[in-house]
């Protein structure tokens, strides 16, 4: 299996709800990121936590991350109908020379 | 800056043909990577490379070659087009700070290969 796991595959939400995307992973890592994937386009970066970080802010964007259990979580709050997307995480390994490993991804949609 | 660029963004292959898939950074990035994307999945590394003249393999990096005579161009060149190279191909480059990491990495729009 992937070194990231995401959960859930899809999430649905009403505009102006928080969502909450998690992301757990198997080998020590270097930093964890998040990216979004609008439909048919390349990805953007969004935020990166280190691995002697626990918790950061971008915005409307909270990412946290826990190294003892391997997981990390994505939460947008207020959500819009702009953050509909794919959001993926990726964890660059510490023996990975800057290399990024993804995961599947969790499709959000929000619903005006 | 243009960032990354890619080209084709669409190319139909019939099996067997080879061809070169373009990528491009005007950033003066070290790090150049390249990546396929199959349905509902997350990207798999191909190949990368951490400066001019120096490359290594991905996760899947069968089929594919690659090459970086510059810093600005990191083309990927497919062998002998199969099926299961049907894919979206993504180029992404970032600073490169070697085992430190922490980069963030700018993605290119894709080039959407069909192989029949």
């Known amino acids: 299996s992937q070194q990231g796991e995401e959960d859930p595959q899809a999430l649905s939400i009403q505009e102006g709800e928080n969502a909450t995307m998690n992301c757990s992973y198997k080998t020590s890592i270097n930093n964890l990121q998040w990216y979004r994937q609008n439909s048919g386009r390349g990805l953007v970066h969004l935020i990166l936590i280190r691995s002697n970080e626990r918790e950061k802010h971008s915005g409307r964007l909270r990412v946290t991350l826990d190294t003892s259990k391997k997981s990390s979580s994505l939460l947008i709050t207020a959500s819009r109908a702009a953050d509909t997307a794919s959001y993926f995480c990726?964890?660059?390994?510490?023996?990975?020379?800057?290399?990024?490993?993804f995961g599947q991804g969790t499709r959000l949609t929000i619903n005006p | 800056n243009a960032g990354v660029t890619q080209t084709p963004k669409f190319q139909v292959l019939k099996t067997g043909q080879s061809m070169t898939l373009q990528c491009a950074q005007d950033?003066?990035?070290?790090?150049m990577s390249w990546y396929r994307q199959d349905p509902g999945m997350g990207l798999r590394l191909i190949h990368y490379?951490?400066?001019?003249?120096?490359?290594d393999q991905g996760e899947v990096p069968n089929g594919y070659n690659v090459s970086r005579s510059t810093t600005e161009d990191f083309p990927l060149r497919l062998l002998s087009a199969a099926p299961s190279q049907t894919s979206v191909y993504f180029c992404?480059?970032?600073?490169?700070?070697?085992?430190?990491?922490?980069?963030?990495?700018?993605f290119g729009p894709g080039t959407r290969l069909t192989v029949l």
């Open positions: 992404a480059s970032s600073l490169y700070l070697g085992l430190a990491g922490k980069n963030e990495q700018f």
């Open positions: 950033m003066n990035h070290e790090y």
């Open positions: 490379s951490v400066g001019a003249g120096i490359t």
């Open positions: 990726a964890t660059e390994l510490i023996q990975g020379a800057q290399k990024l490993v």
